[in-house]
């Protein structure tokens, strides 16, 4: 436990100073003083959860990024979205093997811009209406459609302009291949 303690201070110092902002600044914002804080982030105050909570809070970021709390076992993906080419996209599944992605598309995202990669996609509308420029095909899914593609076809998705959709996007590279991992079924009694 000691070693996983002595990492905190330097992980709240790296979190304070990726938000720009001082010790006074962090003291104001969590009632914590300022002598307490310096201590923490050197290692000379060991970090209690009363502590923590407040500074998670002010920095917004989950107490576990701030403790360094173990993913192994931990089946949860930390979801941590973000804004690529104006789309907010939120990955699904760690980095690695086959790729999954919830896509929220803006309304105004609606000129093609077809490209090709290796590799193949499975597009789900979840919400909304979703335009998919497939080769020469032009296509307009709605919520509970699906389209499955080879990426090597110059493809584009985007708004038909009426308003945002939600997509679940599954992709893998050549070679990959989703895997089920499921219990062996137990058997009955024997007859």
């Known amino acids: 436990m000691d070693p996983i303690l002595a990492l905190v201070g330097p992980r709240l110092r790296k979190v304070r100073e990726q938000r720009g902002v001082t010790l006074t600044e962090v003291a104001e914002a969590t009632g914590i003083s300022k002598s307490t804080l310096s201590r923490l982030e050197n290692g000379q105050r060991r970090p209690s959860l009363e502590l923590l909570l407040p500074l998670a809070q ?67 509308v979840l919400s909304g209406r979703m335009r998919l420029v497939l080769g020469d095909r032009d296509l307009v899914l709605g919520a509970g459609e699906a389209a499955e593609f080879d990426t090597q076809v110059p493809h584009w998705f985007g708004s038909t302009g009426e308003g945002p959709a939600e997509v679940l996007s599954i992709f893998g590279r050549p070679g990959e291949r989703m895997q089920l991992h499921a219990q062996q079924a137990m058997m009955g009694p024997a007859h």
């Open 58 to 124: 002010t920095y917004r970021v989950p107490i576990d990024d701030l403790v360094g709390a173990p993913e192994v076992g931990d089946p949860r993906i930390r979801l941590k979205p973000r804004r690529v080419n104006g789309r907010t996209v939120l990955p699904l599944t760690r980095p690695g093997g086959v790729q999954a992605w919830k896509i929220v598309i803006p309304r105004t995202q609606s000129v093609p811009k077809p490209r090709t990669h290796d590799g193949f996609e499975w597009l789900y």
